[in-house]
C-alpha cells in the first residue's frame, strides 16, 4: 500500500494534455527594451540584437536610474526585509507613505499594501466572506482563486456584459434571502484581450441590487486617469468601492494594494489572511513603487506610450492583422494554436520577441501574439517589429 503522491504521473499527463510548461531564463526582458542575450538560456553571444514586446513593464520604469535608487534607498533606509508582518513589527513610514500615495491617486481615503496582486485579491475576496460573487468570465486567476477559498458561490457573467450581470443578480434575488452580501468583481484592463470592462454600466447593475463592486485595476494602474486606472477616468471612485491592483506592472515593482474607504482598510488589516499571516511588503519594493507613481503621475512617459501604441496598431491593422482590444496591450489575432507557435518563432528569426498566448490561457480558435509595447521603445524598435510582423506573417500564411 502507498499514500504518496505520483508527481512523475501528473507531470506527464499535463505533457499529453499539451499543458507542461517550463521555466526560461529572460532576465532581461523585464527591464528592456532592446537585449542581445539568447533570451532562453542568457547567454551573452546571442548575437543579433532582439527587440522585446514581452513584458508588462509597460512605462520601462523597472530600467529607469530613479526608480532603481528609490529601491536602493528603501533598502539602506529600512532593510532589505520587512522582517515581520506589518502586524507585528514590520510596519514602516514607507509604507504608509505608500499608502497614502495610492490613495490619493485613487481618489481614495485610504490603501493598504500586499505582498503581491495575487494575495491582494485572494485575501480581499476571502475576507469580505460574500455569500455571491458575481464574476467577469475573464477575470485573471487570482479572482478566481479568492472565489475558491472562500465559501462564497460563484455565478460568472458573460465577459464585459452589464445586462447579463443584471439579469444574473434579478435570477439569484428571486430566491436568495433578503439579506445576502453580493460582490460584483472586474478587472478594468483585461490582460489577454486588451479590452476594458464597461465601468460606470456595472456600477448601475451593483447599485441596483445594493451590491459592492472591486475592480482590478492590475494593468490599468499607472496609465489612465493619471496613473489612478480606468477608475479615476471615468469619475468613478466613488462608487466603486474597492479598487485593487498591482505594483509590479507600470509601477516596475512588486506587491499588490487595495484602495477603498477607511472601514475597508482598517478590516482588510484584522481579517484578510494573506495580509495578517505575511510579511510586510519589501522595502526597496515599496521605495521603487512610490517612485515609479510619482513618475508616472508627474512626466510625459505615458504619453510616450501611446504613441506607440497607436503606431503599432495602425501599421498592424495596415497590414491586414486582426488587433483585438482598445489599450495598450495588443493581442494580435492568428486564430489557430499552430500558427500561433509559429509566428511566434518566426518573429523571434526577425529579432522581435512577442509570445504566442493559446488555450487554455484563450479559447481554441483565438490564439494570438500578444505584443505589449513599451514607452521607452524607440522609433526604431516599432519599425524593427512591424516590419518582422510583415515577413514573419507571410511565411508562415497569415497574411
Ligand atoms: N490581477 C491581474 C488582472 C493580473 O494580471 C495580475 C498579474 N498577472 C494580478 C492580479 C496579480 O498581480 P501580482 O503579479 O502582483 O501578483
Redesign the pocket.
Known sequence: MTHGFDLGDRLRERERQDLRRHLDVTERVARRTRFADDPKSGAADFGEEMVVFAA?NYLGLADDGRVQRAAEQGARTVGTGAGASRLVTGDTRLHRALERDLADCKGTERALV????????VGTIDALAPDAVFSDEL?????IDGCRVGAAETVVYDHCEADDLRAKMAERASTAGDGEQWLVVT?????MDGDVAPLAALCDAAEEYGAWLMV????ATGLFGNGGGVVQREGLSDRVDIQ??????ALAS???YVAGDEELVEYLLNAARSFVFSTGLAPPAAGAAREALRIARETDQTDRLWETVETLREGLEAMGYEVLGETHILPVLVGDRVDALELDERLRDHGVVAPAIRPPTVPEGTSRIRVAPMATHTDADLTQCLDAFEAAGKEVGVL
Open positions: 508588462n500586499f505582498s503581491s496582486g495575487y494575495a491582494a485579491n477575470n485573471h486567476a487570482s479572482i478587472d478594468s484592463v483585461f490582460s482590478d485595476e492590475a494593468h485593487l491592483g498591482t505594483l509590479s506592472k512588486q506587491g499588490g
